[in-house]
């Protein structure tokens, strides 16, 4: 089957760093996604990686390890408009020509002054 | 501007009823995906379509309907078999797979409620 784990909550303060981890257990991995949720609002896409290594856009990366089945993403310097759903999703081959994004539950960001 | 619609933001339903959610996208996307989000639970996947005339199922399409008549459309039906309908519905969009990131655009969403 098809399994991607997340924390569901992290908390950090305003101006820091924080890690959020994703592993994946799938079949035929073509690439793995970050998305940020707002509450009742659309994901919008953050990275993507489908390399082992580290993405960087900004304040944002992104690191990829497909032997461990893991990645990270990494938030610099942290504001309050950071706090949001972060969603790690894995596009998967289902034995065709056709191409699945799986989400894992998505992982709560508070920030904090 | 290119993007991605979806229709009603809200939608109150009663049981029994069928109720068909729009989707329409000017970006001459191939690719089409429906997603159901309950709190604690992320996006799960309801159907998806590659190409016009053609749609899978996704995890959990038991109680869904979809058709894909035109590229740029793919409507969602939620069938009185439904059991637990009430959900936040998200709609996505892709570019045909190259080796490049293709990422998916999403909606803004429809908040079914049954009542």
């Known amino acids: 089957g098809q399994n991607i784990d997340q924390p569901t909550e992290m908390t950090a303060t305003e101006g820091a760093i924080v890690q959020i981890n994703c592993t994946y257990q799938t079949s035929g991995f073509n690439g793995l996604f970050w998305y940020q949720q707002h509450a009742g609002e659309a994901p919008t896409f953050l990275s993507y990686?489908?390399?082992?290594g580290l993405e960087e856009k900004g304040r944002f990366s992104s690191f990829l390890s497909r032997s461990k089945g893991y990645s990270y993403l990494l938030l610099k310097e942290l504001q309050m408009k950071d706090s949001a759903s972060y969603l790690c999703?894995?596009?998967?081959?289902?034995?065709?020509?056709?191409?699945?994004?799986?989400f894992g539950t998505g992982t709560l960001l508070a920030v904090q002054p | 501007d290119g993007g991605i619609t979806q229709s009603p933001k809200y939608l109150f339903r009663k049981e029994g009823q069928n109720v068909t959610l729009s989707c329409e996208q000017n970006l001459n996307h191939d690719a089409m995906y429906w997603y159901r989000q309950d709190p604690g639970q992320g996006l799960r996947l309801i159907y998806y379509s590659q190409i016009v005339n053609d749609f899978q199922k996704g995890d959990i399409a038991e109680g869904y309907s979809v058709s894909r008549e035109k590229k740029e459309s793919f409507p969602l039906t939620v069938t009185s078999a439904q059991k637990n309908p009430t959900a936040f519905y998200l709609c996505?969009?892709?570019?045909?797979?190259?080796?490049?990131?293709?990422?998916?655009?999403f909606g803004q969403g429809t908040r079914l409620t049954v009542v």
């Open positions: 990686n489908v390399l082992d």
């Open positions: 999703a894995v596009r998967v081959l289902p034995g065709g020509a056709t191409n699945k994004l799986i």
């Open positions: 996505a969009s892709r570019a045909r797979d190259t080796l490049m990131n293709t990422e998916a655009f």
